[in-house]
């Protein structure tokens, strides 16, 4: 995920599907298509979303870390990103 090209492509590519599927329905069903639709991208992991933009906060948080100690790459240091209960950034 990331917000290049194909990122942007995506998203834009995601609406207009979401939005071609839900033109025929009323109001309320498209509502909850679409809820399910997002749901479902969610899952993927495909596109960011709200529901899964934590992961791009942790990445930017390791570049920071990583950028705190001079030499960390030198030094063969990494700065991981870790999904567990916590999520979070750490060296």
């Known amino acids: 995920m990331g917000y290049g090209y194909d990122s942007v492509a995506g998203t834009i590519g995601a609406i207009h599907g979401m ?20 749901g479902e991208i969610d899952r993927k992991g ?22 705190v100690w001079p030499g960390a790459i030198d030094d063969a240091r990494r700065v991981s990103v870790v999904g567990d209960e916590v999520d979070r950034a750490r060296l």
Do not use: C, G, H, W
Request: proline content about 5%.
């Open 19 to 38: 939005e071609d599927e839900v033109a025929p329905l009323a109001q309320t069903a498209a509502l909850k298509r679409r809820r399910e639709i997002m």
């Open 46 to 67: 495909i596109l960011f979303t709200p529901a899964n933009s934590y992961v791009n906060e942790l990445v930017v948080e390791a570049a920071r870390l990583s950028n």
